[in-house]
C-alpha cells in the first residue's frame, strides 16, 4: 500500500485532507498517528477554514518539514534547502491543479457561511479533495523517495 492509498483511505474515514496526507507519512519520522492527526487537525480547508492554502498541501509541506527542516540555529543552510525543495513542492502542486489555494480550487469561499453551504449542497469536497490529496501524496512519493507501508 503506497503512502498516497493510505492517505486517500485517511481522509475517506472523514479527516482532512490536511490530516489524511500528513498522517500516512509521519510514523515514518517517528511521530505516532494521533500526534499526527492533532498536528494537521487545524490546516484543512485552506487553513482553519480560511480558504487559503490547500490543506493536502500544507499536509505535504509539514512532512518536507519533517524530512529536512532545521533543527540547529548552527545550521542555517537547512532552512534554505527546506525552503527550495518546499517551493519546488509549491511549484508542482500548482502545476497538477491549477491553484494552491482551497477557494480557488474548490471554486466556493468556505471562510462565509455561503461558501460552506455551497460547498455543503455542491459535495464538491467529495469530488475534488480526494483528488488534491492523491496529487499531494504522488508528488511527495516523488520528490522524498516512494515509500510503503
Given at each position: 500500500m503506497t503512502k498516497a492509498d493510505i492517505a486517500q483511505a485517511c481522509f475517506g474515514q472523514g479527516f482532512s485532507c490536511?490530516?489524511?496526507v500528513f498522517a500516512a507519512y509521519a510514523e515514518d519520522y517517528g511521530m505516532d498517528q494521533e500526534a499526527a492527526l492533532r498536528v494537521a487537525a487545524a490546516f484543512g480547508g485552506g487553513l482553519a477554514r480560511s480558504g487559503g492554502p490547500c490543506g493536502a498541501m500544507s499536509g505535504a509541506l509539514m512532512v518536507i518539514g519533517l524530512q529536512h527542516g532545521m533543527v540547529s540555529a548552527d545550521a542555517p543552510q537547512a532552512k534554505e534547502h527546506t525552503y527550495k525543495i518546499a517551493q519546488e513542492f509549491v511549484e508542482r502542486f500548482r502545476a497538477a491543479n491549477g491553484a494552491v489555494d482551497c477557494r480557488e480550487l474548490l471554486g466556493h469561499d468556505m471562510s462565509t457561511p455561503e461558501g460552506r453551504q455551497a460547498?455543503?449542497?455542491?459535495?464538491?469536497?467529495?469530488?475534488?479533495?480526494?483528488k488534491l490529496v492523491q496529487s499531494a501524496s504522488a508528488i511527495l512519493d516523488e520528490m522524498l523517495g516512494a515509500k510503503t507501508a
Open positions: 490536511s490530516q489524511a460547498i455543503k449542497e455542491t459535495g464538491v469536497t467529495k469530488a475534488i479533495c480526494p
